[in-house]
Nanobody, 120 residues
Framework: QVHLVESGGGLVQSGGSLRLSCEGT????????MAWYRQAPGKERDLVAT???????HYVDSVKDRFTISRDNAKNTVYLQMNNLKLEDTAVYLC??????????????WGQGTQVTVSS
C-alpha cells in the first residue's frame, strides 16, 4: 500500500507564512511528478504548483513569487512554502504524486488534504 501523508496546515493571518509537507510511504519504487492542488469551499480543485523529479517547477500565476515547491527525493517528500498568504489562499491543500510501485507500474495518488485558513 502507498499513502501520501500531509502536514503543516493551519490558521494564519494575512501576510503570514506556512509550510506544507507531504511524504510518500509504503511500497514505493520511485516517485516521478509531484504537485500541490487546492480546493476552496464550493469550488473545483485547482492546480497550485508542480515539480518534476529533476526539480523543474511550474506555478499558477496567482501564487508565483509567493509560493515555492520543492522536494527531497531521498525522503519521498514534497514541500510547499507559502509566503505572503492572502485571504483567497484559504482552501484544503492536497498533495498529488505519480508513483511507481515497481519498474513497470505507475499509479496516481492523492493525499487526504490539509486545511489552510487565512484570516484578516
Amino acid at each position: 500500500q502507498v499513502h501520501l501523508v500531509e502536514s503543516g496546515g493551519g490558521l494564519v493571518q494575512s501576510g503570514g507564512s506556512l509550510r506544507l509537507s507531504c511524504e510518500g510511504t509504503g511500497n514505493i519504487y520511485r516517485i516521478n511528478n509531484m504537485a500541490w492542488y487546492r480546493q476552496a469551499p464550493g469550488k473545483e480543485r485547482d492546480l497550485v504548483a508542480t515539480i518534476q523529479r529533476g526539480g523543474e517547477t511550474h506555478y499558477v500565476d496567482s501564487v508565483k513569487d509567493r509560493f515555492t515547491i520543492s522536494r527531497d527525493n531521498a525522503k519521498n517528500t514534497v514541500y510547499l512554502q507559502m509566503n505572503n498568504l492572502k485571504l483567497e489562499d484559504t482552501a484544503v491543500y492536497l498533495c498529488f504524486a505519480e508513483i511507481q510501485v515497481s519498474a513497470n507500474y505507475e499509479f496516481e495518488y492523492w493525499g487526504q488534504g490539509t486545511q489552510v485558513t487565512v484570516s484578516s
